[in-house]
């Protein structure tokens, strides 16, 4: 812990950096401040805080710039109160309200995020991994083709066209349907397989038509529903104009990077495991990725009532306004969560 003085000091320098972005000297926080610490006092304060880790040096006669472990605590330090008026939160509200599916929420809500912080915003819907049956339907569609549609508890429908071995009536099909939804409705889907798989193997199977049937349709693939996350990330290209201290090739990577959904996926990842509506900041991100070493992750879990899982979250660089991201993550996860209960 540092004492009150090295934090209001360590603040001050943080504060001019993100504004300038250029390296903070000890005469400037001196004029800043209102009390009786002399430029002389504040340079022996920064020599501490530079022997500590929390300041360098880029040139002998410079200023001092902050360390990722500078920028996390003054983040640490930072107050999470509502810096939006009444009428950005309400208009953020109404947006989301108005959008019916929940893939365009999500991408509405990375856009929101974008055009509120200047900065990559970033919105995902991660399916449960235990989903569970809400119910089956089965349609013939002629020369022995069958839609299968499996509704989950989590408002998810999943459609697979199928080629059987032989034709099946309309009527028999909702003889399976109902079988399905009567035995198994409220079940995990991994379990279901497991019990029909035991159910199929059994030798009365070979003896029930309707149970023939369902060995057809369950070696087709019916319950096994593949699962992918509604990724949206905006606003890239507010990075291109950062001084990241990036060759156009790091850049180049760091886009190819930011393209891909499963990169960007491990990034939002690690809130999950926060409690819902808990906001987390990361800086510096050179573990995931060598280009993001100077770009900070702001973001909230967010549990909807149809057992998703979302996160919204803001990329940007560690000279940003976290005040003011953190409120505007805080609240498009407020409005996110607040459109599904409606």
Request: proline share 3%; charged share 25%.
């Amino acid at each position: 812990m540092l004492s009150s003085r090295k934090m209001e000091v360590l603040r001050s320098i943080v504060q001019a950096y993100i504004e300038t972005g250029e390296p903070v000297a000890s005469r400037s926080i001196a004029r800043q401040r209102r009390d009786s610490l002399s430029p002389a006092s504040i340079r022996n304060v920064m020599a501490d805080l530079d022997d500590e880790g929390y300041l360098k040096q880029p040139h002998t006669s410079a200023g001092r710039v902050p360390t990722e472990k500078a920028f996390r605590l003054y983040v640490q330090s930072l107050s999470q109160a509502n810096r939006l008026l009444g009428s950005e939160l309400s208009r953020i509200k109404n947006e989301l309200r108005r959008i019916e599916r929940l893939e365009d929420r999500v991408e509405h809500s990375s856009h929101l995020l974008t055009e509120m912080t200047k900065s990559v915003g970033i919105a995902a819907a991660i399916p449960a991994s235990s989903q569970t049956l809400d119910q089956v339907d089965l349609l013939a569609l002629g020369d022995r083709r069958v839609l299968m549609i499996v509704v989950t508890r989590d408002h998810q429908v999943h459609n697979k066209l199928v080629l059987l071995d032989e034709t099946v009536s309309q009527d028999e099909l909702h003889s399976i349907r109902n079988y399905l939804n009567m035995e198994f409705g409220g079940w995990v889907l991994s379990e279901i397989r497991a019990e029909l798989k035991k159910r199929l193997e059994a030798e009365a199977a070979a003896y029930d038509r309707m149970l023939k049937q369902l060995t057809d349709l369950y070696a087709k693939g019916l319950l096994a529903v593949e699962t992918s996350p509604d990724i949206y990330l905006d606003g890239a290209s507010n990075l291109v104009g950062l001084d990241l201290h990036l060759t156009k090739e790091k850049l180049r990577e760091l886009f190819r990077a930011l393209e891909e959904k499963k990169k960007i996926l491990a990034l939002v990842d690690r809130f999950l495991e926060l409690p819902a509506g808990e906001l987390a900041v990361h800086v510096g991100l050179g573990d995931d990725h060598p280009a993001m070493s100077e770009l900070s992750l702001i973001g909230v879990p967010v549990t909807l009532p149809n057992g998703l899982s979302a996160v919204v979250a803001v990329l940007g660089p560690m000279r940003m306004d976290y005040s003011r991201v953190m409120s505007a993550v805080l609240h498009v996860a407020q409005a996110f969560e607040g459109a599904a209960l409606d």
